[in-house]
């Protein structure tokens, strides 16, 4: 088990690939709760460390417990995963309706027919996670969306069950300082209900409201693919 008042605990955690190592080791303590920012330049393995903490990747040594859970299936049925480029984009050519629609059959019994959605789902799925913001309109393109909007679809997509430990990758596809100091905002708030780990490039700015920081050294060797 973790300990008290802890979501997760990494203890020389690696990943290795195809040509050298990913990440690690890696020793990591995330409180319950709150935002965890895992900070990492381009090929530090900031990517992979977090699709290894939600239990999508298995790790190649260490140790990681997420709320009691050590294996990869059962780490992965309570985390869920938002803006990991190839994995939950979102295809341009479609409505934020259908995505709604998809999310809402897909998270219901499987003898239960749902159909297409609305605008009480859409409120359901998204003003959670949008808060203040406007909601999109059901037949609205992603492509027409807008980087925050689009960030926040992504989240509220992968968050319709409030699962215990949300991981979002990459702040930085949210490119204007006002429109992601606001996405923190909003990561915040879904972190009194929920851990929420999220990683970025840069240094996030004075004043942000996150629980914590990690620096990820960069121990991946330049060739490695996949890893960011």
């Known amino acids: 088990m973790t300990a008290p008042g802890l979501a997760l605990v990494a203890r020389d955690l690696t990943l290795d690939g195809p040509w050298g190592p990913v990440f690690g080791p890696i020793n990591l303590d995330i409180g319950a709760g709150g935002v965890t ?8 393995g900031r990517t992979s460390l977090l699709l290894a903490l939600s239990g999508r990747l298995k790790p190649s040594s260490g140790s990681l417990n997420v709320f009691g ?17 190839g994995i939950d984009e979102l295809a341009e050519s479609v409505t934020v309706r259908d995505l709604i629609t998809e999310q809402i059959r897909w998270d219901a019994p499987w003898y239960k027919l749902m159909g297409r959605a609305g605008k009480p789902e859409l409120s359901a799925v998204c003003a959670p996670v949008f808060g203040d913001h406007p909601l999109p309109r059901l037949g609205q393109y992603v492509s027409d969306l807008g980087e925050l909007e689009a960030t926040l679809l992504r ?6 069950k409030k699962p215990a430990v949300l991981v979002i990758d990459d702040l930085e596809q949210v490119r204007r300082d006002s429109e992601r100091a606001y996405l923190l905002e ?7 209900h929920q851990t929420i780990v999220c990683s970025t490039v840069n240094p996030l700015p004075d004043g942000s409201p996150a629980e914590s920081v990690t620096l990820l050294d960069d121990v991946t060797n330049p060739e490695q693919e996949g890893a960011r």
């Open 69 to 85: 859970r050590t294996r990869p299936r059962d780490i992965f049925k309570i985390c869920s995963i938002a803006g990991f480029e």
């Open 186 to 192: 909003r990561l915040a708030d879904l972190g009194q």
């Open 155 to 160: 989240i509220a997509v992968a968050n319709t």
């Open 37 to 44: 920012v895992v900070e990492g330049s381009s090929g530090s």
